[in-house]
């Protein structure tokens, strides 16, 4: 593992992710205890004012400051993916450990239920949801990480199956381990790699996922400054205020683009080949 960690360290893509998304997380911690204004602070008098000292990315049309309210969104658009990615990794994860396990009814039952959450994309899951609950942080969450369980369950049976196979295995079966301790001591010890880079792409997926619910409203409500709802907000003012949009549609752009960086450089030195089958 440490010829990993080396390699990870000289690897200028993963290093310069890792930096970008360590700047973000920086970022949205900072905000829980200061800011450089009151994000809910309306100010008619700065209303639309271009970026400066006091303001270094403007204000909106609430006078409200548009960088403190960048780093609040950070922190709203970072808890809502690590949670949504987080249930579906300890819903779907088990699931596919079991299709694999198990294969049969079990595993056509898992393959099933996935195909009919994939039917439903994650925006149509909270529309659903909103209709019912109403908009809000909390539904998106749901509704994304509803959406996220299918995508590890197909991945983790499908990367199981072939460990299952595999002689080491048979040594447990010999050793009177039975199918769940094989499961988690054996097989998934060998696929966590995977599901790791798996879960960095869904991170970022869910970050585009959250900014894409709030730009339609359903995702955090107002107060709460969300990157999605400035964008939405500023698309009637883009002409005279561009930098209402430009500083949140960058944040995103900037913060995916790390966790892609990051999960490709994962993705090359994690490589499975070279892991499954170590143990």
Do not use: C
Request: proline residues 5%; without cysteine; glycine residues 8%.
């Amino acid at each position: 593992m440490s010829a990993i960690a080396a390699s990870l360290r000289s690897d200028k893509g993963f290093a310069a992710g890792a930096a970008i998304v360590a700047l973000f997380l920086f970022i949205a911690l900072l905000s829980f205890v200061w800011t450089p204004h009151d994000v809910a602070l309306v100010d008619a008098d700065a209303r639309l004012a271009a970026p400066s000292l006091a303001h270094p990315f403007g204000t909106n049309h609430l006078g409200r400051d548009v960088f403190s309210m960048i780093m609040v969104g950070a922190r709203i658009s970072i808890f809502v993916a690590l949670v949504a990615v987080s249930i579906g990794m300890f819903v779907g994860v088990p699931l596919g450990l079991l299709a694999a396990q198990t294969q049969g009814l079990v595993e056509d039952a898992v393959m099933r239920m996935s195909d009919v959450v994939f039917a439903f994309p994650a925006i149509i899951l909270a529309i659903l949801i909103a209709a019912v609950y109403g908009p809000g942080a909390v539904n998106a969450i749901i509704a994304i990480g509803i959406f996220n369980i299918p995508v590890f369950a197909r991945l983790t049976r499908g990367a199981a199956l072939p460990i299952w196979t595999r002689g080491f295995v048979m040594s447990a079966r010999t050793a009177g381990k039975n199918a769940f301790q094989i499961s988690l001591e054996h097989v998934l010890a060998n696929i966590l790699p995977v599901i790791i880079v798996q879960a960095t792409v869904q991170f970022s997926l869910a970050v585009l996922a959250e900014a894409a619910l709030s730009y339609v409203g359903l995702g955090a409500q107002p107060p709460s400054p969300s990157w999605g709802r400035m964008l939405a907000e500023s698309q009637t003012m883009i002409s005279f205020a561009p930098w209402l949009a430009i500083f949140p549609g960058l944040a995103i752009f900037l913060f995916v683009f790390g966790l892609n960086l990051l999960g490709d450089g994962l993705r090359r030195r994690l490589d499975p080949h070279r892991i499954v089958g170590a143990m």
